[in-house]
């Protein structure tokens, strides 16, 4: 079944800042770090994640499975961020009162080892709606690049995501239809991270597309310190697979 083109900017919440409030739309994606158990491979479990029947009403808008191809420092063997998107909170909410654990989910769960506990819910924003990501849905997965930076103590999460739909107007007009998005824990925080930080999240309309999107991205001359700049202390580039495990069917 051809799926939808990704529906992200669906709800309205409001970001309490220090000295400042931020008003943005935008979708929430439960993650987890999730470990394939001894004696199953990656593949199988996402043979039976597949097999799942989340359309169905409350069920949620898109599952990823995101797999690290080049780590951080703290990727562990055999792990994968397991992600849930969601319109908002409510949406979150009925689905968890309302669906019942089928043989397939309990397999699955059965196969993997997931730390619920440190989970965390984050706002994402789409910096714009140029993007095809998975050829609109097609593939089954694609490249993507994660890195996160600390917003600088006087700027916001639209300002940042205002500065990159700049950025990015220049692979746009190279042909580049992959989707950036903006990431922000809201819930779940984590030791030793700066509450001002953010994520952002590239995902290739294709594996070549990500690559050739990267190839413009290579630094030619030193860094910039320019003190206009929206963030601050950003880490480098992590690449990771990202594998489609639900894709809303049309409505």
């Known amino acids: 079944m051809t799926r939808r083109a990704m529906i992200l900017a669906t709800a309205v919440f409001?970001?309490?800042?220090p000295g400042q409030v931020v008003s943005a739309q935008a979708s929430i994606v439960h993650n987890m770090v999730c470990t394939v158990a001894h004696g199953y491979t990656m593949q199988e479990v996402l043979e039976v994640a597949r097999s799942i029947d989340f359309d169905q009403p409350d069920g949620p808008n898109f599952v990823f499975f995101r797999q690290a191809i080049t780590g951080?420092?703290?990727?562990s063997p055999n792990s994968f961020v397991f992600a849930t998107r969601w319109a908002d909170m409510e949406h979150w909410a009925r689905s968890r009162a309302s669906r019942a654990r089928?043989?397939?989910g309990a397999l699955m769960f059965q196969m993997t080892d997931c730390d619920w506990?440190?989970?965390w819910i984050s706002l994402d924003?789409?910096?714009?709606?140029?993007?095809s990501p998975y050829e609109g849905g097609e593939l089954n997965a694609s490249l993507m690049y994660f890195r996160t930076c600390d917003l600088r103590e006087d700027?916001?999460?639209?300002?940042f995501v205002d500065r990159l739909a700049?950025?990015?107007a220049r692979f746009r007009e190279a042909g580049d239809r992959s989707i950036m998005q903006v990431s922000r824990r809201w819930l779940g925080s984590r030791e030793g991270v700066s509450p001002r930080q953010v994520g952002v999240r590239v995902v290739g309309e294709n594996a070549e597309g990500l690559a050739?999107?990267?190839?413009?991205?290579?630094p030619t001359g030193p860094p910039q310190n320019s003190q206009d700049r929206v963030v601050e202390n950003c880490n480098r580039r992590m690449l990771m697979w990202s594998h489609v495990v639900h894709w809303s069917s049309p409505s």
């Open 14 to 17: 409001l970001l309490n800042l």
């Open 72 to 75: 951080n420092g703290n990727v």
């Open 102 to 104: 089928s043989p397939q």
């Open 117 to 119: 506990q440190n989970s």
């Open 125 to 131: 924003y789409t910096v714009d709606e140029g993007g």
């Open 155 to 159: 700027r916001t999460v639209q300002d």
């Open 166 to 168: 700049q950025g990015n």
């Open 212 to 218: 050739r999107r990267l190839d413009m991205s290579v």
